[in-house]
Structure formats: structure tokens, C-alpha cells
């Protein structure tokens, strides 16, 4: 089979149509647009108590993203990291169960765990030896003869609600909160179940800091500053201001035609342009609140966009995988040059940019910023994150 053709699945036939629309775009030199132009005030990137807001109604309630089933392969793997300013401990326990906790002691507060991926039988906290299992149960108390009297069953990790589906780890960062991600990300799971994402091989990771996250994330989201901003990088392999939005409620699959898209796609039967995702049409797949997926033959990159540590700032992850692990040095050494290619990309084009946006937004040159009918898809972004912030009032956004 062509390398650049996906396996028959069920989102083929949906696929299929919107490469016709992309073919259309790029045949008619023009793109999905909506009837209007929108605003979204400057101060919803610089301001600290809504930032504040959007941490607590979207972050601390929402069922996060926060690892693939390829970082913790087995029985005994974990993942340790801060996401919104909440330190998490990820781990898989010897059934295969994955589980998730605040990687707080219930002693002294300390972490249990280093913040990375690893492998373990249990955990033990640096400052006085506390031991936990997988499960985040506390199995030991050092010295416990001098300690005193102690219920071992109620000084376990701080459970987080978490469920695994469809090779993604999904995690609420608040204790006891609901969990339903499939009616929260609905049909996104099936696209990536038929992805069959869960067979993935984790390949690296990548990071940075950048401009307040929906600076960040805004430019996931179109194709409109290709041709100015990656004269080099992207725009020789992909069209600028063309893209095709769908939307699943408030979850985006962006469709982007390729330079070559007529060539490509102009050498197959129309019936079999599904099959044909990365070879003249490709995805970004936007999970929101703050996670876009580029799944190509050769990588595949998970980028988390989190908040913080203060309103300006972001913190983000890139994540790589692939359907198999290096093939030999040499496939080993390109893996790492793509991943290195796209850390170069984002910080010395889109982030960098993204800081002088900061900056500028902080001066107080603009009271808004102000989204085409090009850019449906920032406004459908911002729109959703008006609509959690301002508690889930009225009818949720549709594209």
C-alpha cells in the first residue's frame, strides 16, 4: 500500500467530501468563510482575573487531554507532570488500569514523583520515605512505630477522575468532578479510534513557553499567515488562507490543502479521496480546549497548549508518535531532526511572533482584535471559551 494512504475506515466517506471542498477551494482560489467579522477584546489575553476564570470554568473542569496510551505502554509506566498549575502523576498499574492523581505526599505536601516518564514498582516520597503503590495507595509509613496511629486507607494520592479511550488519557483536574468523555468529545473519539491511535509507539517529546495560550492556540486554528510568516517551512507543502472547518461540538477537525492538492488528488478516482488524507489534502485535529493533532505517515504531533504560570505566558508540549518505533539509527536520526524541525518552527516563527502580539496587546493599542470571515475557526474557538467562562449559559456554540 501507498505510504500515503490511510486504511479504509469508517470516517472515509466524510473525509472524501470535505476533499472535494479543499479541491474546490484550491480550483476556485478561495476558502470557507462565514457571514461575518468578529472581535474579541484585547483584554481577554492580558487580563489576570479572566485568566483566573478560564483556569477554573474550562482547565479545572474539563476533561483534559494529558497523555497518550503510548507514553505508559505498560504495567508500571507513569507520567509526571504540572498542567494548569496542578502537579499530576499518571500511572499504569499492574492490570493495565490507568490511573490519575494530584503527585502531592499526603504527609508534607511534597511531589512523588519527578516530573517525566518512567517506569515503577511504587512510589516514595524524598522527604520521608512514604511509600504509594500504582494505584496511588499509601502501602508504608516510614518509621511508622514512632509516627503514631494512622488510617493508611484515607492517606492515599489525591485521586483525579481519568478514563483511557481511543489512545488518549484523559484527566479532570479536580478531585470528584464528572468524567464523560464521550459525550465531551463524541465523535472526535471515533475519528481517532479509526486512526487506531492506541497501537501508536511513543517516538519523543519537545517544549517551550510562549504568549498568553489562546495566543498560542489562535494560530492552530488558520492558514490565513502561512504565506507571510513560513515562507520557508510550511507554505511550500501547504496552500495559505485555505481551510475547511468542521466542528464537533466545541472540537475542530481542520481541513488544508496541500500546494499539490490538484495533482494528488487529480490522479485517483474521486470515490477514493478519503483514503488520501496527507497526500494533497491533510488534518489538524483540535481537541479543546488546548490540544491540536497533526497525524501524518511519518509522525504524529500532539501539541498541549497549557495556561500559565501567569496570564502572558503558556507552556507547551509537543508530543510524537508513529504506527512503529525507529526502524534503525538512521530512522532515528530523522525522527529527531522532524521534531527538532518543528520546535524550530514554532518558537522562531509562531512563538516569537506570539510574544510580540503579547506585547503589543499590553501596550493598550487595541481595545479588540478582530477575526475575518476567513477565520471561523478563532471564532468558533473564542466563542466556546466565551461560553464556558460565562458558566454554560444559553445555547452552546456551533460552527
Known amino acids: 500500500m501507498d505510504d500515503h494512504v490511510l486504511p479504509s475506515r469508517d470516517t472515509t466517506p466524510a473525509i472524501g467530501r470535505v476533499a472535494e471542498r479543499l479541491f474546490d477551494y484550491a480550483r476556485d482560489r478561495t476558502t470557507f468563510q462565514t457571514d461575518r467579522i468578529s472581535t474579541v477584546p484585547a483584554a481577554h489575553y492580558t487580563d489576570a482575573q479572566r485568566w483566573q476564570r478560564e483556569m477554573e470554568t474550562i482547565f479545572h473542569r474539563l476533561p483534559l487531554l494529558l497523555a497518550l496510551t503510548a507514553e505508559l505502554p505498560a504495567p ?57 503503590g500504582l494505584d496511588g495507595g499509601l502501602v508504608a509509613v516510614a518509621q511508622a512505630s514512632t509516627f503514631g496511629p494512622l488510617d493508611r486507607a484515607t492517606r492515599g494520592l489525591t485521586r483525579l477522575p481519568c478514563v483511557e479511550r481511543a489512545g488518549m488519557i484523559f484527566v479532570v483536574l479536580t478531585p470528584g468532578a464528572p468524567i464523560d468523555v464521550d459525550a465531551y468529545y463524541g465523535a472526535m473519539l471515533a475519528d481517532f479510534e479509526a486512526l487506531d491511535f492506541a497501537a501508536y509507539t511513543y517516538l519523543g517529546a519537545r517544549a517551550l513557553d510562549g504568549a498568553n495560550w489562546k495566543i498560542a492556540f489562535d494560530g492552530n486554528l488558520e492558514g490565513y499567515h502561512f504565506s507571510k510568516l513560513h515562507p520557508q517551512t510550511i507554505h511550500p507543502r501547504t496552500l495559505s488562507n485555505l481551510t475547511h472547518y468542521e466542528a464537533f461540538g466545541p472540537h475542530m477537525r481542520i481541513g488544508f490543502a496541500q500546494t499539490a492538492i490538484a495533482e494528488k488528488l487529480g490522479a485517483v478516482p474521486r470515490k477514493d479521496w478519503g483514503r488520501h488524507e496527507n497526500n494533497g489534502f491533510d488534518f489538524v485535529r483540535i481537541l479543546f480546549p488546548n490540544v491540536s493533532v497533526f497525524v501524518a505517515p511519518e509522525i504524529v504531533q500532539v501539541m498541549q497548549t497549557f495556561p500559565g504560570p501567569t496570564p502572558d505566558r503558556n507552556r507547551t508540549r509537543m508530543i510524537y508518535a508513529r504506527r512503529d518505533g525507529p526502524r534503525d539509527d538512521a530512522d532515528a536520526a530523522q525522527i529527531k531532526q522532524m521534531m527538532d524541525f518543528f520546535l524550530q518552527v514554532l518558537t522562531t516563527e509562531d512563538y516569537r511572533v506570539g510574544l510580540q502580539i503579547q506585547k503589543g496587546l499590553a501596550s493598550g493599542a487595541l481595545e479588540s482584535i478582530v477575526l475575518g470571515r476567513n477565520e471561523r475557526g478563532n471564532q468558533f474557538f473564542h466563542e466556546c471559551v466565551d461560553w464556558y467562562v460565562g458558566g454554560c449559559i444559553g445555547a452552546q456554540p456551533v460552527l
Open 76 to 132: 508500571g509506566s507513569y507520567k509526571a507532570m504540572d498542567a494548569a498549575g496542578k502537579p499530576v502523576l499518571i500511572t499504569r498499574d499492574r492490570s493495565g488500569q490507568v490511573h490519575a492523581h494530584l503527585n502531592v505526599c499526603a504527609h508534607r505536601g511534597a511531589p512523588v514523583a519527578e516530573d517525566g516518564l518512567g517506569t515503577a514498582s511504587r512510589f516514595i516520597c524524598p522527604y520521608h520515605a512514604w511509600v504509594y
